[in-house]
């Protein structure tokens, strides 16, 4: 197949595609904001002055460079107690690629039209002691049609209970697909993930997988929600595990110089953050996973 | 000339240009040490806790990616009342570079071996009233030989005043040595310092200059240190035009968020971070510039 997907079976896979990842937003701003809600004790005094947050959703469209109508996206976007900054976006675009990005996607060589959605998620905590999270999955349609996706934790002190039982939900989830997923989809997220200038990684890893086009479209959407269902499951327990805690002001000053680094990482090597600036993509939406406040020494 | 300037000539104005950077170093460190020192009343009340600050300064070495030295530099960092972090960096480093970089770098084509020494300097200020600037020269030796640099403004709260007399210096400066200079180097500053992605400038520009080589080493050097001496005698005027003001966390606000604008134009598309990054430079140093403190909506 050399031209752009349209069937009416790929429609309504896109439609349905596109579907799930406002679902899966919806329960995760639902169980977010029930975190919020649950705060008590010490900390919620703490932060007295900040109501138990809700998300706050904006919406943007997209033109292609041709002035078309593009596509766009929601943001959802939650300032709180728990979660000082935590972005959910679902977006769904569609155009032609400019020339010198063409050459780089796979199956854009010779017809340049994409169709894309997905969503895309980064949770920056008030507390130090509880880890931030990136987690995104999508659906890319050009010539070829393939998933891709990956979550990542990022706590400021890693805790090993908490790396095990997130790595451990990630491989049960892959696991359930294929067994070759997992060991493959780890090691991608530990290359993935390195900050090359510093020499290490922006977090504890989980995994990150990309053109996966297995012939079974069904086989791969369901791997692809399973992950995103996985991270609905795995991810508020680890919150709830912390967020009760103290910290001291010298662990809020580590949190931002970790934070530092993980906005040099998204400035500098992140795929969606590149794919979002070039392809016209909305920029508040694109830089919505920035940290609130980040420190460099 | 196809093979690297490695005459006994240019041996002389190699050393002699790094010498002038060290001395350059020196007279602003001094300079600024002062207004350190000056400050009192209101903004010295509320900054009890800081005494007035001194630079603090370390080397580092650099090793050329054969492991052979490859030269190395010093860093000048100064957190203080009136700068929240202030680096002045030297360096002067000499290897070959890596092919592929090999390529962009005009003389270096066929001969890879290269030589640069320079003096960059960025200031974070405590007030958000006072304007952030960042300066920095260089000479560059390749099969060619040539100096580069530039100073730009980037106020928070943009002063009509303070704009004015920062161009006029630079202007100045220039007209002393080329009447093109000043509208050509401004408008590549323009250009320059333009963050795409955001469609706006960091801030109210300033001269950016590379390649300048006119045939005539010693009239090139000359221009270069008057930018520096222009530098140094206009830039602590404007600081002590502000730094007795009060201010408000709004304003305070304001400016995290421009500073996060900032750290996304260093990261994404600065030319001295990136040919740091590339040529094994000291990642320290490189990402001085980086604000003490930074902020995304």
Redesign the interface.
């Known amino acids: 197949m050399t031209a752009f997907q349209d069937t009416s079976e790929v429609k309504a896979r896109k439609e349905s595609a596109s579907r799930w990842f406002a679902e899966l937003r919806d329960r995760i701003c639902t169980a977010f904001e029930a975190l919020e809600a649950e705060l008590e004790g010490e900390n919620a005094e703490r932060f007295a002055h900040i109501p138990p947050a809700r998300f706050e959703r904006k919406a943007w469209d997209r033109q292609d460079d041709d002035g078309a109508p593009g596509g766009g996206g929601v943001m959802s976007l939650m300032r709180g107690r728990v979660f000082e900054k935590v972005g959910v976006n679902v977006s769904t675009v569609h155009g032609k690629f400019r020339p010198e990005f063409a050459q780089q996607i796979p199956g854009a060589e010779e017809d340049p039209r994409f169709w894309a959605s997905g969503i895309s998620l980064v949770a920056h905590l008030q507390s130090p002691l509880v880890p931030a999270v990136h987690m995104n999955t999508r659906h890319i349609v050009t010539t070829k049609s393939w998933f891709g996706g990956g979550a990542d934790l990022n706590p400021i002190y890693p805790d090993e209970t908490d790396t095990a039982d997130f790595h451990q939900a990630l491989k049960t989830a892959c696991d359930r697909h294929d067994p070759d997923y997992y060991p493959r989809f780890k090691e991608w997220a530990d290359e993935y993930f390195m900050i090359p ?2 020499g290490e990684s922006r977090g504890v890893g989980g995994i990150f997988f990309d053109y996966l086009e297995s012939g079974d479209h069904e086989a791969d959407f369901a791997f692809t929600r399973d992950i995103g269902e996985t991270f609905l499951d795995i991810y508020p327990q680890l919150v709830r595990r912390h967020m009760y805690k103290p910290w001291t002001e010298e662990q809020r000053q580590h949190q ?1 110089f970790k934070r ?1 680094r993980y ?2 990482f998204n ?2 090597y992140d795929r969606g953050t590149q794919f979002g ?1 070039k392809t016209g993509g909305n ?1 508040e939406a694109i ?1 919505m996973s ?8």
């Open positions: 200038h510093r931002l530092g906005a040099e400035l500098i600036l920029v830089l920035l940290p609130p406040l980040a420190a460099w020494p």
